[in-house]
């Protein structure tokens, strides 16, 4: 086991190095000067120049690589051009947001995907298993800001339940905390519950006609055990994988989400910088959400070997 998960990691830094390189170059072959962006449009020629040589943009583009990469490897994610702040401080003041709405909406897809998925596979065809895909549908069918935009006339302007937008931290109380989640986390989670309880299904009912289930039944099994403690498991592997591949979908759903209902997380900085052209901290966010996905696709890789410990070897 921990031969397979060292094997794994192994696997994950040479993409996060590759990943890192191209996250570089492309902010490098840009047409738009940062130079320019820091000193106004107004600035001399000398201006630029002196700009220019202080933020090593004179040097060649292998040399600015490499000076990036130890930077990043001593923690290093450089200074906005806009704010002048580091831009790992500016990460660290909007990642609460966004990792409240990420978690919150992980957890709901999870809690209600799976139970739907199983529901729709206990009976094909029948009434639940259509309205199951019915659902589906409509759910992988609406953006999410439509979503977003439907759940704050509903809930916010029209019965007054829940805040329009904003954000309070943990701290200022756990309702005034959750009560500002409800919302974002129901529209981020649309799609992706869609999708996961669509794959729940397809995986058991597959899973249903293997002769293991029909000797769960012969001894006697209830259909509800046979679908929880048989067929569910032996259906895990496929649900997980979706499950990974929809962080990809919550990643660039929190940009949306998070513009939609006002919260200042990660969404909302990419937004900013994209729009002033910061590029250090568009580099830093692209960088990290690859990250984000590469530790989940490791993880969705180390998980397997716990519903099929034939994968280890």
């Known amino acids: 086991m921990l031969t397979y998960v060292l094997r794994r990691i192994g696997a994950a830094l040479p993409v996060m190095a590759f990943v890192a390189i191209i996250v570089f170059s492309a902010l490098r072959l840009t047409p738009n000067d940062p130079a320019t962006i820091m000193a106004g449009e107004d600035a001399t020629a000398a201006q630029l120049e002196a700009i220019r040589v202080s933020m090593g943009l004179d040097q060649s583009i292998m ?5 990036w990469l130890q930077q990043l490897a001593s923690g290093n994610l450089g200074v906005s051009l806009i704010s002048n702040a580091p831009v790992l401080d500016l990460i660290a003041d909007r990642i609460g947001p966004t990792v409240a709405l990420a978690t919150s909406t992980f957890f709901l897809t999870i809690l209600v995907a799976i139970p739907l998925g199983i529901v729709a596979a206990r009976r094909p ?54 009560q500002r989640l409800i919302m974002p986390s129901l529209a981020l989670s649309g799609a992706y519950i869609a999708l996961v309880a669509r794959m729940t299904r397809s995986s058991i009912i597959e899973v249903k006609g293997e002769d293991f289930i029909r000797t769960a039944r012969a001894k006697g099994a209830s ?42 997380g990660l969404g909302r900085l990419v937004v900013e910088a994209v729009l002033a052209r910061d590029y250090p901290v568009i580099q830093a966010l692209m960088l990290l959400f690859s990250f984000v996905y590469i530790l989940v696709n490791l993880i969705v890789d180390i998980l397997y070997t716990v519903f099929d410990p034939r994968i280890r070897y």
């Open 63 to 67: 040399v600015q690589l490499g000076t």
């Open 125 to 178: 065809g029948y009434l639940l298993d259509r309205m199951v895909m019915g659902f589906s549908t409509l759910g992988l069918s609406l953006p999410v800001f439509v979503i977003g935009y439907l759940l704050i006339y509903v809930f916010a302007v029209y019965f007054r339940w829940l805040p329009v937008q904003g954000y309070e931290p943990l701290s200022s109380g756990v309702w005034a905390h959750a």
């Open 223 to 264: 259909e509800t055990s046979i679908l929880i403690r048989h067929a569910l498991r032996n259906a895990a592997i496929p649900i997980v994988t979706v499950i990974g591949a929809g962080i990809a979908s919550l990643i660039t759903g929190v940009v949306v989400t998070e513009s939609v209902f006002n919260l200042p």
